[in-house]
Antibody, heavy 121, light 107 residues
Framework: EVQLVESGGGQVQPGRSLRLSCAAS????????MHWVRQGPGKGLEWVSG????????GYADSVKGRFTVSRDNAKNSLYLQMTSLRAEDTALYFC??????????????WGQGTLVTVSS | AIQMTQSPSSLSASVGDRVTITCRAS??????LGWYQQKPGKAPKLLIY???RLQSGVPSRFSGSGSGTDFTLTISSLQPEDFATYYC?????????FGQGTKVEIK
């Protein structure tokens, strides 16, 4: 059974940094691209970032480009999101999601339960 | 970035009704569109991918159609467990983009 478990969320002041992690199990991790999706309080889903199986193709939403960095460690079956210069509008539940394919953009067929990031002074 | 315009933003329907939700892309995305269901407090669930393929385990009352810029999700006979919010997501290119969502409520 595929399991994705996010961690690293919490409350942080504006302008500070935070690193999210996603631990994957029950799959051959390096066969698939991985993504981050977020959902602000009472809002819709927002795609944040995606990374191909070998980190050769990476994409970001315009709202986070230049501030967030996605990475993965296939040896550790883990996905990361380094978030810097955090803003109040980054407050959201952050989901890790597995792609159906190894390459860049792809449907997302398994999701974690999310980790909450609150940006507030 | 490709913009996805989803409609309606909400609808009220009864059990047994046929429900249709549409998504329009701001440019041609071929068949690279998925539909997701989200219930309160839960992670989204993939229903349909490449516009019309049913994800494994999803009931056959859900179907998708369309290509290019116009796409439709249809629930042929609404069931109590289908009351949720539905989103489209284009996976044609980066950045991937969601529609605004459609909340399906009980009439």
């Amino acid at each position: 059974e595929v399991q994705l478990v996010e961690s690293g969320g919490g409350q942080v002041q504006p302008g500070r940094s935070l690193r999210l992690s996603c631990a994957a199990s029950g799959l051959t991790f390096d066969d698939y691209a991985m993504h981050w999706v977020r959902q602000g309080p009472g809002k819709g889903l927002e795609w944040v970032s995606g990374i191909s199986w070998n980190s050769g193709s990476i994409g970001y939403a315009d709202s986070v480009k230049g501030r967030f960095t996605v990475s993965r460690d296939n040896a550790k079956n883990s996905l990361y999101l380094q978030m810097t210069s955090l803003r109040a509008e980054d407050t959201a539940l952050y989901f890790c999601a597995k792609a159906k394919r190894s390459s860049s953009s792809s449907p997302l067929d398994y999701w974690g339960q999310g980790t909450l990031v609150t940006v507030s002074s | 970035a490709i913009q996805m315009t989803q409609s309606p933003s909400s609808l009220s329907a009864s059990v047994g009704d046929r429900v249709t939700i549409t998504c329009r892309a701001s440019q041609d995305i071929r068949h690279d569109l998925g539909w997701y269901q989200q219930k309160p407090g839960k992670a989204p669930k993939l229903l349909i991918y490449v516009a019309s393929r049913l994800q494994s385990g999803v009931p056959s009352r859900f179907s998708g159609s369309g290509s290019g810029t116009d796409f439709t999700l249809t629930i042929s006979s609404l069931q109590p467990e289908d009351f949720a919010t539905y989103y489209c997501l284009q996976d044609y290119n980066y950045p991937q983009t969601f529609g605004q969502g459609t909340k399906v409520e009980i009439k």
